[in-house]
């Protein structure tokens, strides 16, 4: 079983940058189509993009510019970049399979855009 431990997350001002990872063990998480996905206490986990095992991606509308999803040679290994970090973007990201998760959910990382 594919288990996933993301990190990466914190505290940034708005208009900053941060740069999340999830690296996959236990199974060929890099034959999957993999996304990021994101969580607030009052709202369900959401899409926020996705990339194939050959590179193609998809983004959010609400991330689409800002965000970059990307993954290592061997696939095991998905990062987001994000830059112009909005106060709303702040949630608990999580990785997995895409478009539905298939993999027990990792813990997530926590991202607070905040002054």
């Known amino acids: 079983q594919v288990q996933l431990l993301e990190s990466g997350g914190g505290l940034v001002q708005p208009g900053g940058s941060l740069r999340l990872s999830c690296a996959a063990s236990?199974?060929?998480?890099?034959?999957?189509?993999v996304g990021w996905y994101r969580q607030t206490p009052d709202k369900q986990r959401e899409p926020v993009a996705s990339?194939?095992?050959?590179?193609?991606?998809n983004y959010a509308d609400f991330v689409k510019g800002r965000f970059t999803i990307s993954r290592d040679n061997a696939g095991d290994t998905v990062y987001l970049q994000m830059n112009s970090l909005l106060p709303e973007d702040t949630a608990k990201y999580y990785c997995?399979?895409?478009?539905?998760?298939?993999?027990?959910w990792g813990q997530g990382t926590q991202v607070t855009v905040s002054t």
């Open positions: 997995n399979t895409a478009p539905t998760g298939i993999f027990t």
């Open positions: 236990g199974g060929r998480f890099g034959i999957w189509t």
């Open positions: 990339i194939t095992r050959t590179g193609t991606t």
